[in-house]
């Protein structure tokens, strides 16, 4: 079983990354095989709807990790994606690299996944509820934990001081090994996720 992790800050190694690592690590204690991807530092493309990916499944695009993630979610069972809190939300390149993601991705439905957030002093929830929004459109299940998934610190010093946040980030991972499992074990009694019906109506309120 496999998890992808997504570090959605410009620092490689910081906060982000720091709370990431609490998870990683318990997921792997749990026999989870983890990929971590980095959104990097260069300049990244938003969603240009052109409509493209309704085909291909994949992003015009291919200057970033969206195509990689996609790639590799089609053998994935999970999906974690962390934030630095920026202005009471998540990183707007971070942003970017979700809307094409899931707006080309058909691999996302019934796979657990997380969003956490890192931030000096405040708006973790709001980031939190941004990318969980994701996950809620998409049929997929969340992973939990005893509080909501977030860290405090300027930078990953001082984030790893977060004696609470890091144990909380450690429940987020033992909770989405325990969710995968329970998954696997579904599928090995022949319990599946129910199939769409395909007579989905599609109304714009255009009135
Ligand atoms: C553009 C920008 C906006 C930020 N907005 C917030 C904020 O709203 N709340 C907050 O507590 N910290 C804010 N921060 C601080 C970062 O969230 C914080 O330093 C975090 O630890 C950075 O994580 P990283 O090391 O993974 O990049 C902001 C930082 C930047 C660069």
Known sequence: MKVILINGSPHENGSTRAALDDIIEELQDNRIETKLYWVGMK????CIACGKCNETHRCIFNE?????????????DGIIVGTPTYYAGAN???????????????NFAHKPA?????????????AIDDLTKYFTISQMPLAT?????????????????????RYVMKRLGANMAWLLKCIDA???ADIRPPKDTGDRPWTNFIR
């Open 92 to 106: 707007g390149t971070l942003e970017c690299i979700m809307d094409r993601l899931f707006y080309a991705g058909n």
């Open 114 to 126: 997380a969003a956490i957030a890192v931030a000096r002093r405040a708006g973790t929830n709001a």
């Open 145 to 165: 934990s005893v509080y909501w998934p977030m860290e405090f610190g300027g930078n990953a010093e001082q984030t790893r001081e977060d004696a609470e946040g």
């Open 186 to 188: 579904g599928k090995k």
């Open 43 to 46: 300049a990244v493309h938003g």
């Open 64 to 76: 970033d990790i969206v195509n990689e993630v996609l790639d590799d979610m089609d053998h994935a």
